[in-house]
């Protein structure tokens, strides 16, 4: 059986309050400025414990809630809401990318043993994509899986 990781919903979510315009400009450090620019990848895996036939109505409630925390999570963190321009971060509230997907499989089909190329399919954008120096700073992939569980894949610019 070949596994699919299919997107059915992206979106931007954008800080719960907008950044004071004091705070509106965040100057990288010299080795900020120097580091090659790429985005470092992370994979949370959750196990669920859902029916089948409750899953779906819980992957909403599960995104609804990761989307609010998320929204005001960029309020205190707000140059991640924000892009590079040069040698500073324009803290312009622009938000990040939320993306929702789902995989035709359980966990332990993708862990036992994992793929390296198959995972990379659970991340939002790829480590060495050129948009990591003008692009979002931080990207969110979430994908439910047919087990109930889901993995949430970050990638956060350098």
């Known amino acids: 059986m070949e596994f699919r ?5 992206t979106e931007s979510i954008k800080p719960s309050s907008p950044t004071p315009l004091h705070l509106r400009s965040f100057e990288l450090s010299l080795l900020d400025q120097m580091t090659p620019a790429a985005y470092i990848t992370l994979i949370f895996w959750y196990t669920g414990n859902a029916a089948a036939d409750e899953s779906s109505l819980e992957a909403e ?3 609804r809630c990761l989307k609010k925390s998320l929204s005001e999570t960029l309020t205190r963190f707000y140059p991640f809401a924000g892009r590079i321009n040069g040698c500073l971060v324009d803290c312009n509230d622009d938000g990040v990318d939320y993306i929702e997907a789902r995989v035709n499989c359980v966990l332990r089909d993708i862990l036992n043993p994992p793929d390296g190329e198959f995972l990379r399919e659970f991340l939002p954008i790829q480590s060495e994509s050129n948009e990591a120096g003008t692009g979002r700073l931080l990207l969110v992939k979430v994908t439910f899986l047919e087990c109930g569980g889901m993995a949430i894949g970050v990638s956060i610019s350098q």
């Open 5 to 9: 990781v299919e997107t059915f919903h």
């Open 61 to 63: 409630e599960i995104s």
